[in-house]
């Protein structure tokens, strides 16, 4: 995507300047990769959850669409719980020709990321060889008696855009002041989604994101705008070969509950 269109978005955001750019002019494609043991029998996130309209009205923050592919599913009970998330999380996103997708934030979702069994989600900060990688556990769908956590999946999709936690010095709740309603603020101290009325600009002001976050987002090579050609299929991953996130990987997760 030419700079010159996101940054005529971004004076726009800036400015308030009207009719200077769409509502969103920029797609951001998600491979939802769903995991399941061998015999595809048991699944992570059975009911294929996404939280896409709670994602849309957060990214709309920075004139960004979700585009939500097709689901996949990887059969393979070894991943299915992820019991260190610093070494079977990066092996899992490793595995290239599995449902992974070119110049897409390829989201694998698994039943935990912990041992302990209550982390919510982990992302490679950053993009790899052309694609994003996150991880999303199905404590994100039962948080708060299932009212759901709907705001990891954009918190996890914020880390492949390039955003690094909000709140400089976690675990620790502390300044900036505004810590609890920024989306990137780690799981912890971050006042959690559970209702799309509490996200900014209503309600609570919930998931927010301040024009430097939206600035580097917007940097991203994985937006798409209307004149784009459309993604890669699937296929064409084996061009690229395995073994290429090696040396590459920066996860982001919070202590304690992940994200």
Known sequence: ?????????????????????????FSLYVQPI???NDAGTVCANSAQTLYEAEGDKIWAQAGIDLVFLPWVQFLETDYLSITDPSIDATELFDMWGEGHVPGAVNMWFVQTLESAGTAYGIAL?????????????????????????????AHEIGHVLGLPHYNFSEPACTPPADSAQNLMTSGSCRSPVTNISQITPDG?????????QIATALESDLLFDEAMEPIPEPASLLLLGGGLLLGHRRLRRRGGKGE
């Open 34 to 36: 769903q995991v399941c």
């Open 125 to 153: 900060l950053g993009t790899v060889v052309g694609a994003g990688f996150a991880a999303i556990a199905d404590a994100v769908f039962s948080y708060a008696g299932g009212a759901g956590r709907r705001d990891t999946i």
């Open 204 to 212: 609570a002001m919930l998931a927010r994101l301040t024009s430097a």
């Open 1 to 25: 995507m030419g700079r010159i269109g996101r940054s005529l978005f971004l004076v726009a955001l800036l400015t308030g300047i009207p009719g200077l750019a769409p509502a969103a002019p």
